[in-house]
């Protein structure tokens, strides 16, 4: 089974730590959306998108990786990383439903996050994703494979 996954991870590599322990279990090209615009995932059997939060949803850069380079009818899968928890994958969403693909699971877990007024207290979220975080990740990959 061929899996590609589109992120965006640069402030603090919270979500680039995810990926890293998901791509050791099997072959899956990651794609860092900020080096690549464009890729041709036709061949690939699920495709996920993956960032932190910013603003209250996915990376713009994701988002417009995924308008101008997902593929229709597709399987596709989520995976973000955020300092307080909220729903982040609206728009995701719609970008996944105009292509006609089929969302098979989403996987968030808080990720240390300095921005804004967090920077003034040190940031919240020290220390995530963690262990437990991690291993979450990997359920949540393995779990969609399986289906």
């Known amino acids: 089974?061929?899996?590609?996954?589109?992120?965006?991870?640069?402030?603090?590599?919270?979500?680039?730590?995810?990926?890293?322990?998901?791509?050791?279990?099997?072959?899956?090209?990651?794609?860092?959306?900020?080096?690549?615009?464009?890729?041709?995932?036709?061949?690939?059997?699920?495709?996920?998108?993956?960032?932190?939060?910013?603003?209250?949803k996915f990376s713009e850069k994701v988002m417009e990786f995924a308008r101008n380079n997902l593929p229709c009818q597709k399987r596709v899968f989520l995976i973000n990383t955020y300092g307080l928890k909220g729903a982040f994958t609206k728009e995701m969403k719609q970008i996944i439903t105009n292509k006609s693909c089929q969302l098979i699971g989403t996987y968030g877990c808080r990720g240390y996050d300095t921005f804004g007024p967090f920077k003034l207290v040190g940031g919240i979220a020290k220390g995530h994703p963690n262990e437990k975080d991690i291993n979450g990740a990997i359920e949540f990959y393995n779990s969609i494979i399986k289906r």
């Open 1 to 56: 089974m061929k899996v590609a996954i589109a992120y965006y991870s640069q402030h603090h590599g919270n979500t680039k730590k995810l990926l890293d322990a998901i791509k050791e279990l099997g072959d899956i090209k990651l794609i860092n959306v900020v080096e690549c615009k464009e890729s041709d995932l036709s061949d690939y059997d699920i495709i996920g998108f993956a960032s932190g939060t910013y603003f209250g």
